[in-house]
Every structure is written in C-alpha cells, then in structure tokens.
C-alpha cells in the first residue's frame, strides 16, 4: 500500500535538484577570485580636473598591482553628485569605485537632497592627495596681486565675475570665503569642474577664478596665468614665489582640497582590504609620486578610518562655513 507523503517527498526532492545549478552557480560566484574582470573607478568631475588626473595617474600602477584594467568614467556635474550617486547605488563587488573627497562632504550641507549619504553609503578605503586652490587672473590682467583684486572689487561691487566648478566646490567655497573677510562682491559663474575655470579666465570669459592648484599649475608655470595666492596654510612647494592669503594681507582664510578611494557600502572587507594595499603600494614608487607632485598636489595617503574621519570634519567645516557668508543650502 503506497503511503501518500511520497508524492509531496518526490516534489520535494525535484525541487532540491533544479536548485542545484542555482546553488552551483551562486558558490562559484561567490568563490571567484576577486578581480577577475575590469575595474570602474567613477571620477565625479570632468576630465582635465585634478581629481581626473590624479585617478589617471595611480590607475594605471593599481592596474598593475591587481592584475586588472581600471578604468576611469568622468561622470562630471552638479558638484561632483552625479558620479557619486550612481557609484553609491552599484553594487558592492569590488568592481565599482568612486574618487571621493571634500566636495562630496561639502555637498551633504550645500544640497537638501544630494542624492547620497556619504557616510553611510561608501566605505572609505585611502586617502590619496591634498591640494590648496590658487587665486589666478589673466596673464595679460592689469591685476598684478591680491591687494589689487580686492581693490578693484570694493570699487566695482559685483562688475567682476569669478568662475568656479560648481556651487559648493572649494573654488566657490573659498571665493565666497575670501569676498566675506574682504567685504567685497564679486559675481558668481559655475561652470562643471576646474578645468572650465582654467579655460574661462585663460578666455577672458571671467575676470579671475580660483581652481585647485593641480588644475591651473601648467598654465601658471608656462605664464599664461598669474597666480595671485594659494589658499593652504603654507605655500605650495611648486609655487614658492606666491604668497599665502594670510601673507597677501588676508589672514584667517584657508582651504585645501583632498580626495581618495571609495566603494559602495557593502562591499566585503576582504577586497576593501585588497584595493588598499594596491594604492598604498602604488603610492610607494617614486615615479607615482613624481607624477602627482608635479601636478602640483601634494601626497597624503590616509588609512581608511583617518580618510573616513575627514569627511566628518569636512562636514561640520562645510556647515561654519555656510553659516558665516550666509549660503543656504540649494
């Protein structure tokens, strides 16, 4: 006599078969060596920008380290948010970083909805460069120091415009900064990253700017700008003649912009483990660093809960700062 739970076992056990190739495949996707295809490294600014190059420059020694291509996808735009977002809604495999840094920061206080958290939505995993920004005009400008800038802007309230990246980049950050300490006015033109702030003052577009100093380094040494002061608390080794904004007569004003590697929240400790100790062994040769360096940025590796840390700091930075030239969030 047939018991009648045979059937109900039977479809049991076919059920548990066709699982099997299921099962199959999902183990050996799990146990895939990691990488095992090209890398993604998001770059949220526009080709050209410092960040562009810095990304460029170490790529292609990680590449190296992990036996893989890493590929740089400028995604450019809203202040870096573009980039971020879609790197913060990939998926947590290893396969997708973004270059992270202060204007990701800033931009948790400068937008009512950036699209991204930046602390709960990456892991942080190294921190690569530091760069201050430089205030430059023209070349051929009768504007030959910051006094003089400041001058002709107290005289000329908001009749000289000045480019930046986008609202809420240390190139707007810093102008706006600088023009509330100098109670002067200048008008505000954003453009999509420092690259354009380069190309609109050497275009005479805009009476001056003042884009990271990475960005504007080639065409300040090749004298087709003039570099009025750096932003950062010492001047910039590359640029050794020009004055600090506390040397230039305006003191209490200082910022520099930095910038690493991120990943989506998620992704196993195991490969955050790995894409840092590819950096920090890119980071070790001396042609890596030349490289950067003489773009004019400066090195700063930073292990994962340091660069983490920073963005913490940039925040409540990115709030004072708001607060004290009276920026609302957009």
């Given at each position: 006599?047939?018991?009648?739970?045979?059937?109900?076992?039977?479809?049991?056990?076919?059920?548990?078969?066709?699982?099997?190739?299921?099962?199959?495949?999902?183990?050996?996707?799990?146990?895939?060596?990691?990488?095992?295809?090209?890398?993604?490294?998001?770059?949220?600014?526009?080709?050209?920008?410092?960040?562009?190059?810095?990304?460029?420059?170490?790529?292609?020694?990680?590449?190296?380290?992990?036996?893989?291509?890493?590929?740089?996808?400028?995604?450019?735009?809203?202040?870096g948010n573009l980039g971020a977002r879609q790197a913060a809604k990939a998926a947590p495999d290893g396969y997708t970083w973004v270059y992270a840094g202060s204007p990701m920061a800033a931009s948790m206080r400068m937008y009512k909805q950036p699209g991204y958290d930046v602390l709960k939505d990456f892991r942080h995993v190294i921190g690569l460069t530091s760069s201050d920004t430089v205030v430059i005009v023209h070349a051929q400008s009768d504007i030959r120091s910051l006094a003089d800038l400041l001058a002709r802007l107290r005289a000329q309230p908001g009749k000289l415009d000045y480019a930046s990246g986008g609202v809420g980049t240390p190139s707007h950050l810093g102008v706006e900064m600088v023009l509330s300490v100098s109670q002067a006015q200048a008008t505000h033109v954003p453009y999509k990253g420092a690259s354009e702030i380069v190309n609109a003052v050497l275009g005479q577009q805009v009476a001056f700017g003042a884009p990271i100093t990475a960005v504007a380094y080639s065409n300040i040494v090749a004298g087709k700008l003039r570099a009025l002061a750096v932003t950062g608390p010492a001047r910039n080794p590359k640029l050794p003649s020009v004055p600090t904004l506390a040397e230039a007569?305006?003191?209490?004003?200082?910022?520099?912009?930095?910038?690493?590697?991120?990943?989506?929240?998620?992704?196993p400790d195991a490969i955050v483990s790995r894409v840092r100790a590819a950096f920090e062994a890119a980071l070790r040769q001396p042609a890596v660093v030349t490289a950067l360096e003489e773009q004019g940025g400066m090195v700063n590796p930073q292990d994962g809960e340091t660069f983490t840390r920073a963005f913490g700091k940039e925040i409540g930075f990115t709030e004072a700062m708001m607060k004290r030239i009276r920026l609302e969030p957009m």
């Open positions: 006599m047939t018991n009648q739970p045979i059937p109900h076992l039977r479809r049991r056990v076919l059920l548990a078969a066709s699982l099997l190739p299921l099962l199959a495949s999902t183990s050996a996707m799990a146990a895939e060596p990691w990488p095992a295809r090209p890398i993604k490294w998001v770059v949220p600014y526009l080709a050209g920008t410092g960040p562009d190059t810095t990304a460029r420059i170490v790529a292609e020694a990680v590449s190296k380290e992990l036996g893989q291509p890493v590929v740089i996808e400028n995604k450019g735009g809203a202040g007569g305006l003191p209490g004003v200082e910022l520099t912009s930095w910038g690493g590697v991120s990943v989506p929240t998620g992704t």
